[in-house]
């Protein structure tokens, strides 16, 4: 089983909504990952986490903000975004992030596409 | 730096016919994995295959097929006999090992190709 859930499907905000995006993987892997996908382009990587610490921000902004509250679940937090950030995001699973290349295959979910008014 | 190539932006072919996918890709690191996704309209990338830089064996796998070559830096995609299932963006992708480190797996993705399979 190589399934990794992701809630909402479709989410629309305005700019001075909260809100979250949830990820939930049960494969026993420890890195999660948030991946943002703009329309006719690749996914841009936003965090990694590894055994539920905050391993990578990838200069990403503050009205976004990650939360890995046990192995499982990830959450992505949302505050006062911008029309721009509007895009597909992804959540990811690995086995691991260490060196080890035998670990490192990453598994998506099928994303949340977000619409900011 | 790593740079993953993907020059073709779309192709459109028939059903049945032979398509082949191109990724050419740069890096400075001597170990370092190739992976191809697939990513169909509903949004999930869909895992298709790794392969690490120590392995330059090709491999088929049903009617996909995959073409690792160093000399050339390249690692291209065949699908045999296309069906409309197929079409989807396809992305190829790198992943370094950093030596005397953890590797956070960052993936740096090609541009994607579009793949349309016509009736």
């Known amino acids: 089983d190589t399934e990794v859930t992701q809630t909402p499907k479709h989410l629309v905000m305005g700019m001075t909504n909260k809100k979250s995006l949830k990820c939930e993987q049960h494969?026993?892997?420890?890195?999660m990952y948030w991946y943002k996908q703009k329309a006719k382009k690749p996914p841009e990587l936003m965090f990694v986490?590894?055994?539920?610490?905050?391993?990578i921000n990838e200069s990403v902004p503050s009205r976004f903000s990650p939360e890995c509250p046990n192995s499982s679940l990830l959450n992505l937090h949302l505050h006062a975004l911008q029309p721009e950030d509007s895009a597909l995001y992804l959540c990811?699973?690995?086995?691991?992030?260490?060196?080890?290349?035998?670990?490192?295959?990453?598994?998506f979910g099928a994303g949340t596409r977000l619409s900011v008014l | 730096a790593q740079k993953v190539t993907q020059a073709q932006t779309e192709i459109s072919v028939v059903e049945k016919e032979d398509v082949t996918l191109d990724c050419v890709y740069e890096t400075r690191d001597t170990t370092y994995y190739l992976f191809w996704y697939k990513q169909p309209p509903s949004g999930e990338l869909v895992f298709l295959i790794r392969r690490n830089s120590f392995d330059e064996q090709n491999e088929i796998s049903g009617r996909y097929s995959w073409n690792f070559q160093k000399s050339t830096s390249s690692f291209n995609f065949t699908i045999t006999a296309s069906q409309v299932v197929d079409s989807a963006v396809y992305f190829c992708a790198l992943s370094e090992a950093r030596a005397g480190g953890t590797s956070y797996g960052k993936l740096t993705f090609g541009q994607g190709t579009i793949l349309t399979v016509h009736p």
């Open positions: 986490y590894s055994y539920e610490k905050l391993s």
């Open positions: 494969m026993g892997h420890r890195a």
């Open positions: 990811a699973s690995s086995q691991g992030i260490q060196r080890k290349l035998t670990k490192n295959i990453q598994y």
